[in-house]
């Protein structure tokens, strides 16, 4: 079973079951600032999920681009990857438990043909916020599970979401690829790391909202949220250990051996390092959002995705800027799933280019500064924990390179210190992350909502002073301002800016109702309503029309009343990419 074969049973299995396929999202999560990156087919769901209606129905399916750069350090090993596709089908207060348990078991049984004995499954053991999960274990022992078959576990291991720090979440039953080995030990199971058990699908029954407080309520309504990793489903299915063996990495493994003139054998980490990296590179350039490398938030992580890939590739002799070949391949192989990378494809290989050739730069100076750190050394046979930091901070260079270089010049690197310098460096992104998760979409709260319909009137107001090819190219909402990108190639001028907010400020003293209809696309499309869709596009979509001012394709939630906004004032606009300006603005009585 190849890739293309995997993805159209899923979509097919579950198609015949009633489920409506939507077209994978962005990588590049709209109006939801709850993370960097989309990181679960439900990211992109969690509106329908806390009750928005969905114009698809009740029951979806779909592969969702994904990237998780979490244990970005643990690539190259054979089951760690940064992108990745997930496998997903959605109840929105439709089936429960049973329904989805019955339709996974027979999808893996009937479909990919796997041994009911192969199968082992989890369960939820229960705590104070949710009781043990017997229905999930009925519903198992219903299909004939063994009870060593089925194990139960705590928050840790049975228990998913929310994405942030609140959002939809509830108890989870994960699904295990037994290899039929023998046990490594008493205590050996799903949750062993031994490798006798591999997991394929995770089904996370998402009952409860987690709100501010810690608190779990009910939600509105019982949904299910599954994901499947594609990749390592597919490994699994060809009989192989790691995707890297899979169809969709031999072609890149195979140029960089032609780049590089070694063999992937002897090099194997730093071969998936780069073709791990030069995938995600690939489709974050690629996506119809697509960022640039840059200092912040996804380009910063891009950017390190690029040059920790450059440096592998210099470890292993390729000289002089190579990317785009490597890329190129990735590119022909997606185009037919994801067309959008063909399409963006001059983007993503300028870009590439040029942030290798930055790279190669900065490394020469890193390399330059620590020599001198070495030279400065003097007595001392340890290279201190801040200059070691500095290195990885200021020029990109992992803790491996400067370790590297001091075994060279028999010096030692106090990794320890390093290693808590790293941490704090990440807790503190971290604890970034998670102020970011604080608003959002996802919490539909009262700010929010007013500064998304003021994000329509904005990009009606700018159409109607600028031009009409003004595109959205990125939004992104806090409780507390929102941010909005467009294509448009230079600094507004003060009168634009002021024209623009009269526009908007109009439109909120009239009170004009928000009006929302569910209508066909290419009705949508031809009643002039603008919109961002990725790939194929749905057969129904949701429309708000603010009567005069502004029709646009878009899921919500909104304000009723154009009125309920108070009041919008532009607080900053500069430039965010080549070509792309960024509006800052408030909402508020002002
Ligand atoms: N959201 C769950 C996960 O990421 C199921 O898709 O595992």
Request: charged share 30%; proline share 4%; aromatic share 10%.
């Amino acid at each position: 079973m190849n890739a293309k074969e995997l993805r159209n049973a899923y979509v097919d299995f579950f198609k015949k079951r009633g489920h409506a396929y939507i077209p994978s999202a962005s990588l590049i999560p709209e109006n939801d600032p709850t993370v960097l990156f989309t990181t679960a087919g439900m990211h992109p769901l969690v509106p329908y999920l806390m009750g928005e209606k969905h114009p698809a129905g009740k029951r979806l399916v779909n592969y969702q681009k994904c990237i998780r750069t979490g244990d970005i350090d643990d690539i190259g090993d054979s089951t760690h990857l940064t992108f990745f596709e997930m496998l997903g089908n959605w109840s929105l207060g439709d089936y429960f438990k049973e329904g989805s348990i019955k339709m996974s078991y027979d999808l893996l049984t009937e479909v990919l043909k796997i041994k009911p004995d192969n199968l082992a499954v989890t369960a939820f053991e229960g705590n104070e916020n949710a009781p043990k999960d017997m229905e999930t274990y009925n519903a198992w022992k219903k299909l004939g599970f063994r009870d060593d078959q089925i194990f139960f576990y705590g928050m840790e291991d049975n228990w998913w979401g929310p994405a942030g720090l609140t959002g939809p979440c509830g108890p989870d039953t994960e699904i295990f690829y037994d290899d039929g080995r023998k046990k490594c030990g008493p205590k050996c199971g799903p949750a062993c790391k031994c490798g006798k058990y591999v997991e394929i699908w995770n089904n996370v029954f998402m009952e409860y909202n987690k709100k501010e407080d810690g608190s779990y309520v009910p939600l509105s309504q019982q949904n299910v949220d599954t994901g499947m990793g594609l990749e390592r489903v597919l490994a699994m299915m060809n009989g192989v250990k790691s995707a890297y063996d899979t169809e969709l990495f031999i072609p890149t493994i195979k140029e960089i051996e032609r780049l590089s003139g070694q063999k992937y054998e002897d090099n194997v980490r730093a071969f998936r390092i780069i073709a791990d990296h030069l995938r995600s590179a690939t489709f974050l350039l690629g996506d119809d959002r697509g960022v640039a490398p840059s200092k912040m938030d996804q380009g910063y992580v891009l950017r390190r995705l690029i040059r920790r890939a450059s440096r592998y590739m210099r470890k292993l002799g390729i000289e002089g800027c190579r990317m785009v070949n490597i890329s190129k391949i990735i590119v022909e192989q997606y185009s037919d799933v994801f067309p959008e990378l063909e399409r963006n494809k001059e983007f993503i290989y300028s870009n590439l280019a040029a942030e290798e050739e930055k790279f190669n730069k900065t490394l020469d100076r890193g390399l330059r500064i620590a020599d001198r750190m070495f030279e400065e050394l003097g007595n001392s046979k340890t290279l201190d924990s801040e200059h070691a930091f500095r290195l990885y901070d200021t020029f990109g260079f992992p803790i491996e390179l400067t370790k590297e270089l001091a075994d060279e010049r028999g010096v030692s690197v106090d990794i320890k210190g390093f290693e808590e310098r790293f941490k704090e460096h990440q807790e503190k992104s971290r604890a970034g992350a998670e102020q970011k998760f604080k608003g959002g979409l996802a919490d539909s709260s009262d700010d929010t909502v007013k500064l998304h319909t003021a994000t329509h009137l904005l990009n009606a107001a700018l159409r109607q002073v600028l031009s009409a090819d003004i595109m959205q190219k990125g939004s992104n909402i806090t409780p507390e301002r929102l941010r909005f990108d467009f294509n448009f190639d230079r600094k507004m001028t003060p009168e634009e800016i002021q024209k623009v907010s009269d526009i908007v400020n109009d439109a909120i003293k009239r009170n004009i109702d928000v009006v929302c209809e569910e209508i066909p696309y290419e009705e949508a499309r031809r009643s002039g309503a603008i919109g961002v869709f990725e790939g194929k596009y749905q057969d129904i979509v949701k429309v708000y029309t603010i009567e005069g001012v502004s029709k646009e394709m878009c899921g919500g939630p909104h304000v009723s009343n154009t009125g309920d906004i108070g009041g919008f004032k532009i607080q900053k606009e500069e430039s965010s990419a080549a070509g792309v300006r960024r509006i800052k603005a408030v909402v508020g009585k002002f």
